[in-house]
């Protein structure tokens, strides 16, 4: 099925759906009960009925009808104060009804971060009641035949104003860093970290500048608003402000454009203060980068999806949000990165009769469409306007396919609470194709005709998830891999014979509450390398590195880079987890319900050793440790990490100019911040 079929099929149900609401509308309008009535506010108008307000009515009649109206209409906790009090058994609801971002959210409601906002919402939507539906005892797992689902738009009774959300954060970073390179000071051989750039003038009047000490700050302010047009229908954004932004790095009269250096700062000690980050000209990025923007939009048999929305599944190994984690619950405040698709996405709960609901999603992606008009001069004249495509068969097409048994993350953390097993399992399936490639275009230029090049490339990516709790015990894990074959790679000075990808990860992570407040975890993970040693040989972060090894095979997997274990090793050495086999041995203890701390042990073996600086088995072990604290929307904590280099990290082989073991390093890092 073609993209254009799949968005096609879509947009008929989305219609099919709409058209037999109106009609019926029209038919039929409701009649509003005026013993129900309530004041709208201080102007004497009356509201309309809520959710509440209608079961209630039902209620003198049929109190299992009340009961299924409310399991139908869980986003009516947003509604009014006025009509709160009539509706607040609809707090307990716990339908499920999808939302599409890979767990549903308990309360119906349309949120991707870990406070669902919901309560705090002002004028919010008010509901009519829906149509009775059976509902199911607490301690049953079995489902309706059909789901239950919110009212479609345009019901009666819907108010017409949207209302606005707002998530997100504000985070201050600190991070000493000593002698991450590792004590290594031949440049020429490649180096794990880089040396303080004092380390290389020449100068003799600056011969003291070299530092093993490297100090750096830097903030980020996140937000998220949603835009709620109704309770089937709403907007989605993530804008980060001063994204990651290093404290001091934007000086007056400080420019990296060539500009010359104003007259009345011809040194930086006459800077006034800080100037606004412009991509170009001080920065690599604006002050303000727009990452995200999403609609969604549900229906009676599914949830619909598109824009450039994050991506997640599982643990995160291989695709994570970089923010909240709809699989486990987790939100991420220290996330760098986070993984984002232009996506048309459809999702849908299935029932089964006596066992329990599959969610089950397929979805498009455009991975790459560039270069567009918009990018290059052949349509300079068309720049403004509605851009398009320059050519398909240069494009990247994806396609995801899910399904499993996803609860919402307070849903399973409520059954383990209650003393019952709670289990999820899930695959998804990932297939990417791509024919051709156009390698070197550039903004503003005119794409070369000898850079359309062959690539005849197919990637299957098999993965899956489970998630197991029982009294004081969790097991997770994720499996990966990732298969396929590039059919031609001669333009990127490859051999002839294309390049065979056979990449292969997994985690497994184990959690036992020993008492109340401490926690005793364990975690494994393995993630496959390639044989081929990085040039210069003394590089080791994977951004530097041999992403096509000339063998005509690629076997290194590399974790996402926001998949975090430590702070040293894999954080800032190697880049991400790859070509390694670790065990993580870790506790934490709650001295408080604000202060908690905790510690770990990382052990690091390297699969491939032939791609490692000093050919050998050991990565080395690091030892971190930290106390953090949290109220009411403000988190603070410290961290400190240990590194011991094993042989892995020496330079002591024929390769380099300079032989050398490598040092101990070590880290002191700082956080606080506020979310909302």
């Known amino acids: 099925m ?361 979805a498009t992606d455009w991975g790459i469409t560039s270069p567009n008009s918009a990018q290059s001069d052949l349509f300079a004249n068309r720049f403004e306007g509605q851009p398009f495509d320059l050519d398909d068969s240069d494009d990247l097409g994806q396609w995801v396919f899910t399904v499993g048994k996803l609860d919402d993350p307070a849903a399973f953390a409520k059954k383990v609470e209650d003393g019952r097993l709670a289990f999820n399992l899930g695959a998804q399936f990932v297939w990417r194709r791509q024919e051709f490639e156009q390698r070197t275009a550039t903004i503003e230029g005119r794409p070369a005709a000898e850079d359309f090049v062959t690539r005849d490339a197919t990637v299957y990516i098999p993965d899956v998830f489970a998630r197991v709790g029982w009294g004081p015990i969790l097991v997770e894990l994720e499996g990966i891999a990732v298969l396929g074959d590039i059919g031609s790679t001669t333009d990127v000075g490859r051999p002839e014979g294309g390049t065979d990808l056979r990449q292969f990860g997994g985690v497994l992570r184990a959690r036992y509450a020993l008492f109340e407040d401490l926690d005793l975890g364990f975690e494994a993970g393995y993630a496959s390398g390639d044989d081929v040693r990085n040039n210069p040989p003394g590089t080791t972060n994977v951004r530097d590195g041999l992403v096509l090894p000339g063998d005509g095979r690629v076997d290194n997997f590399l974790f996402d880079f926001d998949y975090k274990i430590d702070l040293i090793l894999y954080r800032e050495l190697l880049g991400t987890i790859t070509n390694t086999t670790y065990l993580r041995p870790n506790a934490s203890y709650r001295l408080s319900d604000r202060f908690t701390i905790s510690g770990q042990a990382v052990i690091s073996a390297a699969n491939e050793a032939a791609s490692t600086p000093g050919n050998g088995d050991l990565w080395g072990v690091e030892f971190d440790g930290d106390i953090a604290y949290a109220s009411d929307g403000f988190f603070a904590g410290i961290a400190g990490g240990l590194f011991l280099p094993g042989d892995a990290m020496d330079h002591d082989e024929p390769d380099f100019a300079t032989q050398a073991t490598a040092d101990t390093a070590w880290t002191l890092q700082t956080r606080l911040g506020v979310t909302f």
């Open 2 to 362: 073609s993209r254009l079929t799949f968005t096609a099929l879509l947009a008929l149900v989305a219609m099919a759906y709409a058209a037999p609401v109106a009609a019926q509308q029209a038919a039929e309008p409701p009649a509003a009960d005026p013993g129900d009535a309530s004041p709208a506010d201080g102007d004497g108008d009356a509201s309309p009925p809520t959710t509440g307000d209608a079961a209630d009515a039902n209620a003198a009649g049929d109190d299992d009808a009340s009961a299924d109206s409310d399991a139908a209409d869980a986003d009516s906790d947003a509604a009014d104060s006025d009509a709160a009090d009539a509706d607040a058994d609809a707090d307990a609801d716990s339908d499920g009804a999808d939302d599409g971002d890979g767990a549903g959210d308990s309360d119906g409601a349309d949120d991707s971060d870990a406070d669902d906002g919901d309560a705090d919402a002002p004028s919010a939507p008010t509901l009519p009641a829906a149509p009775s539906v059976p509902t199911l005892p607490d301690d049953e797992e079995t489902l309706p035949t059909a789901p239950v689902l919110p009212p479609p738009i345009g019901s009666a009774g819907v108010a017409d104003k949207p209302y606005f959300e707002m998530h997100g954060y504000f985070r201050f970073r600190g991070d000493w860093f000593d002698n991450l390179h590792l004590g290594f000071v031949d440049e020429s051989d490649g180096l794990p970290f880089p040396r303080s750039l004092g380390c290389s003038a020449t100068a003799p009047e600056v011969s003291d500048a070299c530092s093993s000490n490297i100090r750096s700050s830097n903030i980020r302010l996140r937000v998220e608003p949603t835009i709620n047009l109704s309770p089937n229908a709403s907007a989605h954004f993530q804008i980060d402000i001063l994204d990651n932004l290093v404290l001091g790095s934007t000086p007056e009269g400080y420019y990296l454009d060539g500009t010359p250096i104003r007259a009345d700062m011809p040194i930086g000690a006459f800077s006034g203060g800080q100037a606004p980050p412009q991509a170009g000209r001080n920065s690599l990025i604006d002050g303000i980068v727009v990452k995200r923007a999403w609609a969604r939009f549900r229906t009676p048999v599914g949830t619909l999806e598109v824009g450039r929305m994050p991506w997640h599944w599982g643990l995160g190994i291989f695709a994570n949000s970089g923010m909240y984690h709809p699989t486990t619950g987790f939100t991420d405040y220290d996330a760098d990165f986070g993984d984002n698709v232009d996506r048309l996405s459809f999702s849908s709960d299935v029932p089964i009769p006596g066992f329990t609901s599959l969610r089950m999603s397929v």
